[in-house]
């Protein structure tokens, strides 16, 4: 017979491996106020469409500067990065796409922006948002 005991806060299997925890419900859209846990403002929304034939590019406006951001398939990675450049073409950053869920914002861009250029993994959208006064 296969029984459980408390452990603390985890329930554990006779055979002392934790036992499965349910997944938590779906969130529905809408509902979560980023605003207030992150105090960024959603600036400007850029839909991820990549394509076979040329690399996803979009044009952000970070810290009042507009870059070009080109997203390019690493083969070696096996997944995407962002390049970011000046319009004049001098590469600023780059750095690996790593989805944000909805209630946290991981910036694709650390230390360099006040502005945060985020990848809304659920919505497969990049996001621009800029910091709440």
């Known amino acids: 017979m296969l029984g459980f005991f408390a452990l603390g806060s985890a329930a554990l299997a006779d055979d002392g491996f934790p036992l499965p925890t349910p997944p938590?419900?779906?969130v529905p859209a809408g509902t979560i106020d980023r605003t207030s846990r992150t105090s960024a403002i959603?600036?400007?929304i850029y839909p991820f469409t990549p394509s076979?034939?040329?690399p996803f590019q979009f044009q952000p406006t970070l810290d009042g500067v507009t870059y070009n951001v080109i997203v390019r398939w690493n083969i070696y990675g096996q997944r995407y990065y962002i390049n970011v450049y000046?319009?004049?073409g001098v590469r600023v950053t780059t750095f690996p796409v790593v989805g944000s869920p909805l209630w946290w914002d991981i910036t694709l861009?650390?230390?360099l922006f006040t502005t945060l250029l985020v990848y809304r993994a659920p919505f497969g959208q990049f996001e621009v948002l800029e910091p709440a006064a």
């Open 52 to 54: 076979p034939v040329a």
């Open 42 to 44: 959603l600036g400007a």
């Open 86 to 88: 000046t319009l004049q």
């Open 24 to 26: 938590l419900p779906p």
């Open 109 to 111: 861009t650390p230390g």
